[in-house]
């Protein structure tokens, strides 16, 4: 795959299970949640089984931002795997990545989404469509600053930061990545510094 190309997780025919149905009590909180225009609070159900995923409202969209295949060398051979980096945004301010390692690239996007779902981060939005402030982030020689712009001015910055925050529901900011700007890098700057 070439590199900087951005695939939806679906693409790569991966069958996920549908999400467990919600009982009236997780669906009233949810309903009051909406009403009051606040996210309900990821770890609100602590139940065996359940997830964050489950509870945020949205759709969870996956979007592969970098497929990698590595080698180890040994006596014998080599022993090729595959590392993928997912991440996964519900469009009203809640996102995560993950990464995923495995022999083959189906296997590895499997893993890298079940971690990301499993990392999420919530941001603050204003007007459901830029940041509330400008924000900074740092990474080993990774620098990311993303600067609150006014609705309607759009986006600019790298099409891996594009990636992350327009799956967060983030659709009007500027972004500059300075130092080692690797997808690895970046997106671990933003997820680690987004809230």
């Not at 990774?142 to 099409?159: E, I, Q």
């Not at 930061?161 to 690797?182: H, W």
């Amino acid at each position: 795959m070439p590199r900087g190309s951005f695939l939806p997780a679906r693409a790569c025919l991966l069958l996920l299970r549908s999400p467990p149905s919600k009982t009236e009590a997780e669906e009233e909180v949810l309903e009051e949640a909406r009403l009051a225009k606040a996210r309900p609070d990821p770890g609100a159900f602590a139940e065996e089984g359940s997830h964050a995923t489950d509870q945020l409202p949205g759709e969870w969209v996956e979007t592969i931002v970098a497929v990698d295949r590595v080698q180890k060398i040994i006596t014998g051979g080599s022993i090729m795997s595959y590392r993928v980096l997912v991440v996964v945004g519900n469009g009203n301010g809640a996102g995560g990545y993950g990464v995923g390692k495995a022999l083959d690239p189906a296997a590895a996007t499997a893993r890298a989404i079940r971690a990301a779902k499993k990392s999420l981060v919530t941001v603050d939005r204003f007007k459901m469509t830029s940041l509330v402030h400008s924000c900074e982030g740092k990474h080993n020689s990774c620098r990311v600053v993303l600067r609150a712009v006014p609705p309607g001015y759009g986006m600019k910055g790298s099409r891996t930061t594009q990636a992350i925050l327009t799956s967060m529901g983030i659709g009007d900011c500027t972004a500059k990545a300075v130092g080692r700007r690797t997808p690895f890098a970046v997106v671990r700057v933003r997820g680690d510094k987004s809230g």
